[in-house]
């Protein structure tokens, strides 16, 4: 769960709706930004932090293709290095965001997770399988399907990852 800085931020959720407001403050507008003005916007503890305690890094995201169709998979691939001079289990979290969909959807959504032991300075590589059906979601005609279109995976130690590549679903 995600713990906030102040009980106004609540409910305070990794999945949530974009608000379509910038938290940053932009120089067109500073009246349509969202933003606290004595605590930053994200939570205090992300969705997945503290799940160890040791330490560790990402490579960047490697993509097996950018581009996804239906009967295929992508396959996205990370490099774990246990940066502590202790053994750590480290929870590897994949999400994906869908950037145009015919209703609102979340800015992330959860959709793998994997356990690694590392020994002290071990490395490791974790891929996942991405495929059509991780897509889906309730369309606005009711319908259970994917729609075409550009998505961002994201893998990392906790919901606030940025280590991010595109790719694109053809149907």
Same mark, same amino acid.
């Given at each position: 769960m995600s713990f906030p800085y102040s009980v106004g931020q609540c409910p305070i959720s990794y999945n949530e709706f +974009? #608000? *379509? $407001?910038?938290? !940053? =403050? +932009? #120089?067109? +507008? !500073? $009246?349509? #930004? +969202? &933003?606290? /003005?004595?605590i930053p916007n994200n939570p205090y503890y992300c969705f997945g932090y503290g799940l160890s305690y040791s330490t560790f890094t990402y490579s960047d995201i490697q993509l097996s293709n950018h581009t996804l169709t239906m009967n295929n998979k992508i396959t996205a691939r990370v490099m774990i290095t246990n940066d502590s001079d202790v053994e *750590? =289990?480290? #929870? =590897?979290?994949l999400? /994906? &965001?869908d950037l145009v969909g015919s209703v609102v959807r979340p800015v992330k959504e959860l959709k793998g997770i994997q356990k690694v032991l590392l020994k002290p300075h071990e490395s490791k590589e974790i891929s996942f399988d991405i495929s059509e059906d991780m897509l889906k979601f309730v369309r606005r005609d009711m319908t259970f399907d994917s729609e075409d279109g550009q998505f961002v995976v994201f893998i990392g130690h906790d919901s606030s990852t940025e280590n991010q590549q595109e790719f694109v679903l053809i149907k």
């Open positions: +974009s #608000t *379509g $407001r910038p938290a !940053k =403050v +932009s #120089t067109h +507008s !500073k $009246r349509f #930004t +969202s &933003r606290y /003005i004595d *750590g =289990v480290e #929870t =590897v979290q999400y /994906i &965001r």
